[in-house]
């Protein structure tokens, strides 16, 4: 059954590619029961096969795409998930837990294979509970510790940001809740708050830019 699904999305990607321009909107209507995580997933990994052959077009097509499906999907999930959001939680918490552990050893080709296999987390609802996990690990802790917690949370920030697939824009968003977090949790005008606040207007200029290139 999943092999048939999983042959379904190529199909779809195949379609979308090659119909005229303007029946994009139809043949996703017609397909409408394939548009999940899954067909997202698969748009990305057909994006960076196509990318690889030199086919950029196609893969900025299915990456605007995929972008443009994620936020939708999202809002259903957000609808079909109230009963279970105890458990919704504890997967974002514990992802988390295990991308902080990843930063504190340092294994950057770790963490670029966790986010790949879990990047339709990486949404507003990871945002929103990076905050509370933060404060959580942080509350009752000596500033040694503190400054060290939020120093994991600045390099996964900085890893997300710079992290190439699933939504930029989502992977954008987190990282600047990362650094809100880091900054308040830094001593004003030390030297390591400006560096945060450095790559906190980073993040801010990549939303502006990914925002203006999204509307030409």
């Not at 400054?147 to 992977?171: T, V």
């Amino acid at each position: 059954m999943q092999e048939n699904r999983a042959q379904a999305y190529l199909q779809l990607i195949h379609t979308l590619l090659n119909c005229p321009n303007g029946e994009e909107p139809q043949i996703l209507q017609d397909n409408s029961e394939l548009l999940d995580r899954g067909f997202l997933e698969t748009c990305e990994l057909v994006a960076s096969t196509l990318a690889e052959q030199g086919g950029e077009n196609g893969a900025n097509f299915l990456r605007n795409l995929a972008s443009q499906l994620w936020q939708f999907i999202e809002m259903n999930d957000d609808g079909d998930s109230n009963n279970s959001e105890g458990e919704n939680y504890q997967e974002y918490a514990n992802f988390i837990l295990e991308l902080l552990q990843a930063e504190q050893d340092s294994d950057i080709k770790v963490i670029y294979t966790m986010l790949a296999e879990r990047q339709h987390l990486l949404n507003a609802r990871f945002a929103e509970i990076l905050q509370q996990v933060a404060q959580k690990l942080i509350a009752g802790e000596n500033s040694e510790t503190i400054s060290s917690i939020i120093g994991l949370i600045e390099n996964l920030s900085i890893h997300i940001s710079d992290f190439p697939s699933g939504n930029k824009a989502n992977n954008i968003e987190i990282a600047i809740t990362g650094y809100q977090i880091v900054l308040n949790n830094r001593e004003p005008g030390s030297e390591k708050w400006t560096q945060t606040q450095n790559n906190l207007a980073t993040a801010y200029n990549n939303r502006v830019n990914g925002s203006l290139a999204e509307n030409l």
